[in-house]
C-alpha cells in the first residue's frame, strides 16, 4: 500500500554509518516485522513510535507492517532510531512528505507521550551523515548544542514527535526554520592542578616535564605520599591545548559514553582517565558482548590515563595495554566484525616499591619478603616496561623540602614544554607524526642517525643486554626530547646520557 524512506545512524564503537530506513504498510493481519540485526532496544521501537503517534493524534494503521534497516549486516544499537521508524511509517501513511523526509537524517528515542528525548553519540552520529554527503539532520533539542559542533550540515531540534510533523509539513510548502548555528571549541576544563602545590621530588618534576614534551610513557615508583599523584594529576597541566580536530575526536568518544561536562563544548584540553585498580577488561581497554563500548583507555584518547597501584590491576589487564600503547588504537574482535577505537594515550603508571610501600629511601623499614616483593611487580611483565620511555624513584620528603622554595609553576613548566612541541611539530612537518615518542626507531636510525659518538652508551647498554631494540629507540626519542626543551638542534652524548638515566632510575628492573 505504502513505502516510507529516511535515514539514521549505526554506531560502532565510536564510528557512525548512515543507515537507510523503510517502512512497508500492506494489507493483511495486523504485524510488526522489523529486519537488518536490531538489538533488544532497537527492535521495541515500534511499540514505543504506535504509542507516541497515537498520543500525537496520528496513530498507526492496523496493518502488515515490515520494518527494514539497511545495510542489513550492520548491527543496530540502541533507541536512537525511534523517531527515524516513525517518520518512514507516517511517510507510509503519508502523513508526511515522502521526498522531504527521504533526504533527513532523523536521530532520537522516542517516549510513549511522543517527547523526543536524547541519546548518546549524538556527535559522531552526525560526523558521520556529514561524511556521508547528507546535509539535515534532525535532532533531540538536548543534543543540538553537541550536534553544531559538526561543520557543514544543517542541524534542526525537536521536542516531540508533534513538533517534528509540523516541521516536515512546513518544509513541504518551503517553509524551513532557522538552522542551529555552528560553534566552534570552547574551553571545557576548570581550573586544573598547579606545579607549584608539589613539595620537593626534583627529580621527578623533570621527568614529567620531559614525558610531558615528548609524550613519553612514564613510570613512577615511591612511597605512600612522596607526590606520585600529585605528579600525574599536574600532567594535563602542562600539555598544549588540543587542535580542532583532535578536539573532535575526543568529544566523540565522550559522546559515546554518554560523560560529556558541558553538551555545547568540544573537550579542547587533554582528558585525565584513572581507571581503579579493580577495573575489569571490558572497563580499561573496552568491549561488550552485543554492543562494543569504549573503554578507558579510549576516553583517555590525547590525554592521559593514570593508573595508581599499578601491580594492583589485573596481569591480562595490563598487558591489555601493550597493543593500544604501540598502535594507538584498540581492536575489538567479535565472531562477525572488528571494532577499532582510539586510543592514543599518554600512560602514566605508580607503584609502591613493594606490597607494604616502604622499601625505600634511606632508613626504609620494610618487611617484604623477596618472594612477595617479585610476586608484587611480577604484574609488570617486560614487555610493558619496555614500552615505557621514563622511569623515575620518588623518595619520601623530608621537613628540609618542606621550609625550601616552592617549585615551579605550571605556567613556566608548560611554556617549556609548548617550545620543545613547536620544536618538534617544525622537525616532523610533512610526517605522520608530531612528537618525538611517535617517530619509528628505523627514522632515528636511518636518515636522522645521530653520530657513533653520541649513541655509544646506548649501545654498549645494548652488548650488557639491558636494552632491546625497542628500548634503544625509546632512549633515542627521549634524547630528543630531551634536547628540544634544551633548545639543541641534535641530542649530544649528555642528552643521550639523561635519556638513558630516565630509563633506568626506578626500583623496577626493566
Not at 561543520?151 to 509540523?166: C, F, H, K, T
Not at 542551529?180 to 626534583?202: E, N
Not at 599523584?229 to 559522546?255: C, D, F, I, Y
Not at 558541558?262 to 575489569?280: E, I, K, M, N, Q
Amino acid at each position: 500500500m505504502g513505502l516510507g524512506r529516511t535515514h539514521a545512524v549505526a554506531l560502532s564503537g565510536v564510528e557512525g554509518q548512515l543507515v537507510e530506513v523503510e517502512a512497508h504498510m500492506a494489507q493483511g493481519l495486523p504485524a510488526m516485522t522489523m529486519s537488518g540485526l536490531p538489538d533488544a532496544a532497537c527492535s521495541r521501537a515500534p511499540n514505543r513510535v504506535r504509542a507516541a503517534a497515537e498520543d500525537c493524534g496520528v496513530p498507526i494503521p492496523q496493518r502488515r507492517w515490515t520494518i527494514n534497516l539497511t545495510p542489513a549486516w550492520l548491527p543496530k544499537a540502541g533507541s536512537g532510531f525511534d523517531v527515524g521508524i516513525a517518520v518512514a511509517q507516517l511517510a507510509a501513511n503519508d502523513v508526511l512528505p515522502a521526498r522531504v523526509v527521504e533526504s533527513v537524517v532523523h536521530i532520537g528515542e522516542l517516549g510513549l507521550d511522543g517527547a523526543v528525548r536524547p541519546v548518546a553519540g549524538v556527535l559522531p552520529m552526525v560526523a558521520a551523515a556529514a561524511a556521508a554527503g547528507m546535509r539535515t539532520v534532525v535532532v533531540p533539542t538536548a543534543n543540538v548544542a553537541e550536534a553544531a559542533l559538526v561543520p557543514n550540515i544543517s542541524v534542526y531540534g525537536v521536542a516531540s514527535l508533534r513538533e517534528l510533523i509540523d516541521f516536515h509539513l512546513a518544509a513541504r510548502v518551503g517553509i524551513i526554520p532557522t538552522a542551529a548555528r555552528h560553534v566552534r571549541a570552547q574551553s571545557s576544563a576548570g581550573p586544573l592542578p598547579d606545579m607549584a602545590d608539589v613539595v620537593g621530588q626534583p627529580e621527578a618534576r623533570a621527568a614529567l616535564e620531559v614525558a610531558a614534551a615528548g609524550r613519553h610513557h612514564m613510570l613512577m615508583v615511591g612511597a605512600p605520599g612522596a607526590g606520585k599523584t600529585m605528579l600525574a594529576e599536574r600532567l594535563p597541566g602542562l600539555l598544549p591545548a588540543l587542535e580542532q580536530s583532535e578536539a573532535l575526536e575526543v568529544t566523540a568518544v565522550h559522546s559515546v559514553l554518554g560523560v560529556l561536562d558541558t553538551a555545547d563544548s568540544l573537550v579542547s584540553h587533554a582528558p585525565f582517565v584513572a581507571p581503579h585498580h579493580g577495573a575489569s577488561m571490558a572497563a580499561v581497554i573496552g568491549g561488550g558482548s552485543a554492543r562494543v563500548r569504549p573503554g578507558a583507555v579510549s576516553r583517555a584518547h590525547r590525554g592521559v590515563l593514570f593508573l595508581d597501584e599499578t601491580p594492583e590491576f589485573r596481569r591480562d589487564v595490563l598487558d591489555g595495554l601493550r597493543q593500544p600503547l604501540e598502535s594507538g588504537e584498540v581492536v575489538i574482535a567479535r565472531a562477525e566484525r572488528q571494532t577499532r577505537l582510539p586510543a592514543r594515550f599518554q600512560l602514566v603508571a605508580a607503584a609502591n616499591p613493594c606490597p607494604c610501600g616502604r622499601g625505600i629511601g634511606k632508613g626504609a623499614h620494610c618487611h617484604c619478603t623477596p618472594l612477595a616483593r617479585r610476586t608484587y611487580f611480577g604484574k609488570l611483565s617486560g614487555p610493558l616496561l619496555d614500552r615505557i620511555d621514563v622511569r623515575v624513584s620518588l623518595f619520601p620528603v623530608n621537613r628540609l623540602a618542606l621550609s625550601g622554595p616552592p617549585g615551579e609553576p605550571t605556567l613556566e613548566v608548560a611554556q617549556r614544554v609548548l617550545s620543545a612541541r613547536e620544536r618538534q611539530r617544525e622537525r616532523w612537518s610533512g610526517t605522520p607524526w608530531t612528537v618525538n615518542a611517535e617517530v619509528p626507531g628505523s627514522v632515528l636510525r636511518g636518515e636522522w642517525r645521530l653520530p657513533r659518538a653520541v649513541t655509544a652508551p646506548l649501545e654498549a647498554a645494548m652488548d650488557r643486554g639491558e636494552l632491546t631494540l625497542r628500548g634503544h629507540d625509546r632512549c633515542l626519542r627521549v634524547a630528543w626530547t630531551v634536547a628540544d626543551l634544551a633548545g639543541a638542534e641534535r641530542p649530544g652524548r649528555e642528552h643521550l646520557g639523561q635519556a638513558l638515566a630516565l630509563r633506568s632510575s626506578s626500583e623496577v628492573a626493566a
